[in-house]
Structures are given as C-alpha cells and as structure tokens.
Nanobody
Framework: QVQLVESGGGLVQAGGSLRLSCAAS????????MGWYRQAPGKQRELVAA???????NYANSLKGRFTISRDNAKNTVYLQMNSLKPEDTAVYYC???????????WGQGTQVTVSS
C-alpha cells in the first residue's frame, strides 16, 4: 500500500501563487507516476499534471505555462507550483500515484485551493 499526504493548499488572490506538496509513504518502491488531479464543484475530476520516476511530465494543455510539476524521488515527494492563479483554478486538488502499468492507483485526501477574484 502507498499513502499520500498533501499539503500547501489555501486561499489566494487571483494572480497569486501556491505550491502544493505530496509525500508518499509505505510501499513507495512500487510507484511509477505521481501527479495531481483536481475537482471543482459540479465538475469531473481532471488531470492537472503528472511525472514519472524517470522525469517524463504530462500536463493538461490548458495549464501549461502556469503550473509546473516536479518530483524528488529521494524524498518520494511531488510538488505542484501554481502561478498566475485564476478563480477557475478553485478546486480540491488530489495527489495521485500509480504503479507500472497502472495496475494500482492511490489517492491522497485532497487539499482545497481557493482563488478569489
């Protein structure tokens, strides 16, 4: 099993920045990709960004240039730097990880990000 614990959410004004962190524990040797999803009220959960153990990144097209994902494999931690935040970025952000082949998926409890206009 893998446990994911997020931190760094909060309230920020439009144009501001936040940095989310997600630390993995447990059977971390099984992890391949780590990343972030978000879910706004009344909407489906969507991919924000993900990064593999080898450093290959994948971003939602609409977020490229504002959000940056990074990963510290030694610390089993993934980060999401969010800049130029907009009110529409308001959502619960969930940390996610999976094993090679996507056989197992793990989720954090979520952290609220609220961007005020």
């Amino acid at each position: 099993q893998v446990q994911l614990v997020e931190s760094g959410g909060g309230l920020v004004q439009a144009g501001g920045s936040l940095r989310l962190s997600c630390a993995a524990s447990g059977s971390t040797f099984r992890i391949n990709a780590m990343g972030w999803y978000r879910q706004a009220p009344g909407k489906q959960r969507e991919l924000v960004a993900a990064v593999t153990t080898g450093g290959i990144t994948n971003y939602a097209n609409s977020l490229k240039g504002r959000f940056t994902i990074s990963r510290d494999n030694a610390k089993n931690t993934v980060y999401l730097q969010m800049n130029s935040l907009k009110p529409e970025d308001t959502a619960v952000y969930y940390c996610h990880s999976n094993t090679i082949g996507g056989l197992y998926n793990y989720w954090g409890q979520g952290t609220q990000v609220t961007v005020s206009s």
